[in-house]
């Protein structure tokens, strides 16, 4: 029950959920007569921790939300895969330079679905952290994704997309090799598929290197996401040339990245729930959430023709960033 990896305003529930796997382990060693008084004692615990965590987690900044995004305990796209998929087919390669693992795609089946799955991956472990670039993907990532989005919809196969990520990989050789020009074909690219496109943000949504596979029809977000133009830390060290405790959390905040402000601006058409406490407390709960979410999308986009899944796909991000000035009444100065 205990979390190995304990944010710090997460601190007050794990201090109770260490007395109750103490008091579970001493239920265990005693013997049954004298168990009740036990028993009383961890259903207060209890209730005190359910009531605790959602004090905790309905009052998040957004730069507590971004630290529970970054979980390292949070499920991942093939943790989602794993959970929600069946018959799942992974493919490799963007037939130009090489595997990218920070981006993983296949074709597989989501309730009664026939869908490619594309998504990226962060790691879990050290060595899978660095081979996937900590969730950054190279250009042949993004090459790797559209090569395959273009072939779902060669065969009319809808498209689901799972991001996380901090943003795409900004190293010497990925620059090389076009990193900008791969994100940018790929916006271009996935406006004109006439296939449906559902984009989830699981988890981190940095930048370019997240919208890079989320140009969809339906948008959504968990609810303990972030989404934006640019990480905390990066608008901090842009703003305030330094990255710490106080300039993240007001870049956090000016940003508005929470899945509350996107849904708000209209960024993003839905927030999944998450179980109290965040997806990384339960991960079946939140696939659950969030196979239901995909499966009702796909099931309504399938119904319209690839035409106007292509209008649809461009009305929707032609009005991001709309706004309607009000006209000054003032009487002019003489």
């Not at 007050?12 to 008084?37: F, G, N, R, S």
């Not at 004090?55 to 949070?74: F, G, I, M, Q």
């Not at 795409?168 to 990925?174: D, F, N, R, S």
């Amino acid at each position: 029950m205990s979390q190995y990896y304990v944010l710090e305003f997460e601190k007050p529930v794990t201090e109770l959920e260490k007395q109750i796997e103490a008091l579970d382990a001493e239920l265990a060693a005693t013997p049954p007569e004298a168990q009740a008084a036990i028993v009383r004692r961890i259903d207060d615990l209890r209730s005190a921790h359910q009531q605790t965590l959602k004090a905790v987690y309905s009052n998040l900044t957004a730069w507590e939300t971004v630290r529970v995004a970054r979980h390292p305990k949070r499920p991942q796209s093939r943790d989602y895969i794993e959970m929600i998929c069946k018959d799942f087919v992974e493919l490799a390669g963007d037939r130009r330079f090489g595997d990218d693992p920070a981006m993983v795609t296949g074709f597989a089946r989501i309730g009664p679905h026939k869908v490619l799955i594309v998504g990226h991956q962060k790691g879990r472990n050290t060595t899978e952290k660095i081979a996937c670039h900590f969730g950054c993907a190279h250009p042949e990532g993004y090459r790797k994704a559209l090569l395959k989005m273009q072939l779902a919809a060669k065969f009319n196969v809808p498209i689901v997309t799972l991001v996380d990520t901090p943003g795409a990989y900004p190293g010497i050789g990925a620059e090389q090799r076009g990193q900008a020009e791969a994100i940018a074909v790929n916006l271009r690219e996935m406006t004109g598929l006439r296939v449906p496109i559902i984009s989830v943000v699981i988890g981190e949504g940095g930048s370019g290197g997240a919208l890079g596979i989320a140009v969809a029809n339906r948008v959504a977000m968990l609810s303990n996401a972030w989404y934006s133009v640019i990480s905390p830390e990066g608008c901090a060290a842009i703003l305030w040339k330094a990255a710490n405790e106080q300039t993240n959390t007001a870049a956090a905040t000016a940003l508005k990245l929470t899945a509350a402000d996107n849904l708000r601006l209209g960024i993003v058409d839905a927030v999944i729930a998450e179980p109290l406490g965040g997806a990384h407390r339960d991960p079946n709960a939140t696939a659950r959430a969030l196979e239901q979410w995909i499966i009702a999308q796909v099931a309504d986009l399938k119904r319209l023709d690839g035409q106007r899944l292509v209008d649809d796909r461009y009305a929707r991000f032609r009005k991001l960033g709309a706004f309607a000035e009000q006209a000054d009444t003032q009487t002019p100065l003489a």
